[in-house]
């Protein structure tokens, strides 16, 4: 892995272990069952929505991922009040690969993924259907047009979802938010909505390190009773800060519950455009994005 790309030093040896007895072999196994068949139902009916208007298709997107979250055995808890629709960056920490069914069940978008991602058992498939835009986190060089792309999605009024700290955490702690489609969000003009993600408990959900999928679908599958806590955060306005990094950063105090100093009255001028001077990555997941 290129040394520019961010990393947690969350393992699954340490963060990945249940919390409470788990279910039996046979009722896991069934869970397990069941989720994958959500999902490939889903993959096969995607193509039949494509006629769909835009809020009928994720209405549906909607629907299908409380159905997948609900076959693992996963319940699901919302708090706050979704956006009305229009363009939006949806940023949020990211723990699982359950995160990516848990943000498309409340705020369905195009999610933004590490491209090997689109090679995955399942998760790709899904991914491809559901319009995720791959990024090749391995070429600095690929930056600026990742940016673009993503700005160009804005700007047509379509909302996008980034998990901003590049790689997976164990959600006992944050990463950073790389600023890179912060800029994406300041071209286009689109305010950004901060998302919350926990589980509860937390070890079963955890998808980290060098976790292996098939592994950590089992360990979700074998999870008591596993809540997965979604809180959508107060929206940061169009202009409210005045470059990428402090609208990363404040996006990032937002989700982590902390508070970072408001910009002067004064400091309301943008920096040059990223792909002409900046080198951090976009939201690509680590171990469980499809989400960047």
């Known amino acids: 892995m290129s040394v520019w790309l961010p990393s947690a030093p969350c393992t699954p040896e340490r963060c990945a272990t249940p919390a409470r007895p788990a279910a039996g072999p046979f009722r896991a196994a069934l869970r397990l069952a069941a989720g994958v068949a959500a999902v490939l139902a889903g993959v096969a009916l995607a193509p039949l929505t ?14 299908w991922c409380r159905a997948v979250l609900r076959a693992f055995g996963v319940r699901v808890r919302v708090t706050g009040h979704p956006p009305p629709s229009g363009p939006l960056l949806v940023v949020a920490n990211h ?54 792309s993503l700005a160009r999605t804005l700007a047509a009024g379509h909302r996008v979802v980034v998990f901003p700290e590049g790689s997976t955490w164990c959600g006992r702690a944050h990463g950073a938010f790389r600023p890179a489609a912060f800029q994406a969000a300041l071209d286009a003009g689109a305010p950004v909505q901060p998302v919350r993600i926990a589980y509860r408990p937390l070890g079963p959900a955890a998808f980290v390190g060098d976790d292996p ?23 940061v306005r169009h202009g409210a800060h005045p ?42 997941a680590g171990s469980a994005s499809t989400p960047p």
């Open 50 to 63: 494509a006629p769909l208007a835009p809020a009928a298709r994720h209405l549906l997107t909607r629907l």
């Open 95 to 148: 723990v699982s690969w359950l995160d990516v069914p848990l943000v498309a069940a409340v705020l369905p978008g195009r999610m933004v993924a590490k491209r090997e991602v689109r090679h995955w058992p399942l998760l790709g498939p899904l991914a491809t259907l559901g319009g995720t835009l791959f990024l090749d986190r391995d070429r600095l060089r690929a930056l600026p047009g990742a940016v673009r």
């Open 213 to 235: 999928l098939g592994a950590s679908l089992w360990r979700v599958a074998k999870a008591g009773r596993l809540t997965a806590e979604i809180r959508l955060l107060p929206q």
């Open 243 to 284: 470059d990428r990094r402090a609208l990363a950063r404040a996006a990032r105090a937002a989700v982590a519950g902390t508070e970072v100093p408001r910009p002067a009255d004064g400091a309301n001028r943008l920096r040059p455009p990223l792909h002409r001077r900046d080198g951090s990555v976009p939201a690509a």
